[in-house]
């Protein structure tokens, strides 16, 4: 391997709840900050309740519709940003959101090894596992390994592009529609995509009836 | 400076999968970031925040849980950049 | 965010090198892909230079930043995945340097 790194790490604390000292220093900052009229309650109650709408049916509506209309993969590839304002989706003007279309000849999966950016826009926060130390580390070295740890494989003759998140760009990817959906709904077809399929750790299929 | 962070090639073992719906803290510290990184309050960049969390100890970079990483990122940069004074939070020390 | 009086100095499909540069302080350019050959996909555009926006700064002038791919076999002298498996990873321009003739492979 290509650095030394002997220490071994602690397991993660992200499936637990805070340690009280935190939980106190939390309290005494949105104190200070309301004190300060920095940000009120409001502000952070409002901003909670916005991220809790933004979850991965969201962006499913995205690749729904890509699927289904021309017109909008277009923009959706030219201009996520908007494709995403029009299936109702609130987007900031910063960062850069990027489609990145997993096609018969190349599969994308994303990753940011510096921290954890992710299309939380469109997606909502990131999972435990994509911020993992695990995950950062080895997607970049053993793409195929780690897809295979989530059930999936990409057949030898298909590229396989690993995108890491380092600058200004957030990117969303467009799982290549599965074969039977034909004749399906936007909304159906929704229903089939996962979270994890538009990180690229997944690939769709039509469930079996 | 540190390369903690910069995780992409070293070794490491399998991915825990495990799912976990945010707590109450993580949302509270995730909305704090929003915001205070965001146009209106403008306290500081997500720069400042990565920058200062890259200055961590591997002891808090790993020990700590991603949102108690963050807090305590904000809560010192609040106080670097003049907003509070220093003294005000009691800030948890990572053992040496 | 764009910026005419600043034209990138790299075009699509020129190969470069990403220089491989101690860091003095926060950046954006990881470790894994310092001194890494690859190939410039798309010029994105201009942003503000996150190393100067770590330290308070106004992070302007924006600066060029693109998309570079790199043959994952490139990076990695050990990688047996398929030959073809690739990285593409977002590089602001002073990080870049041209192609010399080979790349310095690590392994």
Redesign the interface.
Same mark, same amino acid.
């Given at each position: 391997m290509p650095h030394d790194h002997p220490h071994d790490h602690p397991v993660s604390r992200d499936h637990s709840e805070p340690r009280p000292a935190f939980a106190a220093l939390l309290d005494q900052v949105l104190k200070v900050l309301d004190d300060k009229d920095i940000l009120t309650t409001a502000q952070v109650t409002a901003q909670i309740e916005d991220m809790d709408g933004r979850t991965p049916t969201e962006g499913a509506k995205i690749i729904a519709r890509c699927w289904d209309d021309p017109d909008y993969l277009d923009l959706a590839r030219t201009d996520l940003q908007a494709a995403a304002g029009q299936v109702g989706i609130a987007m900031p003007a910063y960062p850069k959101f990027v489609l990145l279309d997993n096609t018969g000849d190349v599969h994308h999966v994303v990753v940011c090894t510096l921290c954890s950016c992710y299309p939380r826009p469109i997606l909502g926060p990131p999972p435990v596992w994509y911020k993992s130390r695990n995950y950062r580390a080895r997607v970049v070295v053993e793409p195929r390994d780690v897809l295979a740890e989530f059930g999936t494989t990409v057949p030898q003759d298909k590229k396989l592009q690993v995108v890491d998140s380092t600058a200004d760009c957030r990117y969303l990817v467009l799982p290549e529609r599965p074969a039977g959906s034909d004749g399906m709904t936007q909304e159906q077809l929704a229903g089939l995509v996962t979270r994890d399929s538009m990180i690229g750790v997944t690939r769709l299929n039509v469930p079996v009836t | 400076m540190s390369r903690t962070h910069d995780l992409g090639g070293l070794p490491a073992g399998k991915i825990d999968q495990t799912e976990h719906e945010p707590t109450f803290f993580d949302k509270r510290v995730d909305a704090l970031y929003a915001l205070l990184t965001g146009p209106k309050a403008n306290a500081f960049t997500m720069d400042e925040v990565r920058r200062t969390v890259e200055s961590f100890s591997e002891a808090d970079y790993f020990g700590l849980s991603y949102y108690e990483r963050w807090l305590k990122a904000m809560s010192l940069l609040l106080i670097e950049k003049g907003y509070v004074e220093d003294g005000t939070f009691d800030i948890p020390q990572a053992k040496s | 965010m764009q910026n005419p009086g600043c034209q990138p100095k790299f075009h699509v499909g020129q190969q470069v090198m990403i220089k491989d540069d101690a *860091?003095? !302080?926060?950046?954006?350019?990881?470790?894994? +892909?310092r001194g890494a050959a690859g190939r410039i996909t798309s010029s994105?555009?201009h942003?503000r230079n996150?190393e100067d926006? *770590?330290? !308070?700064g106004s992070?302007l002038p924006a600066s060029p930043?693109y998309w570079v /791919?790199i043959k994952?076999s490139d990076?990695?002298t050990s990688?047996s /995945?398929?030959a073809?498996?690739?990285?593409? +990873? /977002? +590089?602001?321009e002073h990080w870049l340097t041209h192609s010399p003739t080979h790349s310095d492979k690590?392994?």
């Open positions: - | - | *860091a003095l !302080g926060h950046c954006r350019t990881p470790q894994y +892909v994105i555009g942003f996150p926006l *770590a330290y !308070g992070g930043l /791919e994952l990076i990695w990688y /995945e398929d073809t498996d690739s990285l593409l +990873v /977002e +590089v602001f690590r392994n």
